[in-house]
């Protein structure tokens, strides 16, 4: 993994005073970043209501261009004193028997399900994309979860209601492997703009082989 870009100088921070009811913060690049709660997505630009605030400019969400910084990972919630915890993991997954099935039309839907269903299980999404076979997931899981429990919980939530949807016209399985990853602060920007920028990698050949194997499922023949 560290072959992909020069080492980034990145030091975590402690938890700041200031409480935040509905958001978890990501301080990244001089900037912050606010991750709502409910979505698990960056607050739009200039999005402000009580305890809510970005500063965030036009169009650098998914920008990858995150700098030397610090960065912080955390919740509060009023009157409850919770663990610090930094746990960032890069998981990959694919359809089953790489079947093309996350079109422009359904991967948008499919992406969906698996972000609600990580911020159903208090992670936070900080990049989310792949291609029609496989999917790419960079995210914070919170301690009193394994990866294992939680990747299974995710693969099969979304695989279940996108069978239900009725927008295939067919019955939807991701595969039983999986790959993840685990990450520190200073290598997670670097993650976060591979996942971002997959397509392009993907259209150059500028993919990253680790980083793109799953433990495939062979297809009887």
Same mark, same amino acid.
């Given at each position: ?9 990145? =030091? ?29 997505? %960056?607050?739009? %630009?200039?999005?402000?209501? %009580? ?10 969400? /998914?920008? /990858?261009?995150? /700098? ?7 919740? *509060?919630?009023? /009157? ?14 694919? *359809? ?5 099935? =996350? ?84 290598? =997670? ?19 990253? %082989? ?12």
């Amino acid at each position: 993994m560290s072959r992909a870009s020069p080492a980034l100088d990145l =030091l975590t921070s402690g938890v700041e005073d200031r409480e935040y009811t509905d958001a978890k913060r990501l301080a990244v690049g001089g900037r912050t970043v606010l991750i709502d709660a409910k979505n698990g997505c %960056p607050a739009a %630009p200039g999005r402000q209501r %009580p305890g809510y605030v970005s500063n965030e400019k036009p169009g650098e969400p /998914g920008s /990858g261009d995150m /700098g030397s910084s610090k960065i912080s990972c955390f919740t *509060t919630r009023r /009157g409850l004193d919770l663990p610090y915890w930094q746990l960032f993991y890069h998981v990959v997954w694919a *359809t089953r028997y790489r079947e093309r099935l =996350l079109g422009p039309e359904i991967e948008p839907f499919a992406h969906g399900l698996i972000r609600g269903k990580a911020v159903e299980l208090e992670a936070v999404v900080f990049a989310l994309n792949g291609m029609d076979d496989h999917v790419h997931l960079v995210v914070s899981i919170p301690p009193k979860l394994a990866p294992a429990t939680f990747i299974g919980k995710v693969k099969g939530a979304s695989s279940a209601r996108l069978s239900q949807s009725g927008r295939l016209d067919q019955l939807f399985y991701w595969q039983e492997e999986y790959a993840v990853f685990s990450l520190d602060a200073k290598r =997670l920007p670097h993650h976060v703009a591979y996942v971002d920028n997959q397509k392009i990698h993907h259209a150059r050949a500028t993919v990253i %082989p680790a980083l793109e194997r799953t433990g495939e499922d062979q297809k009887p023949l």
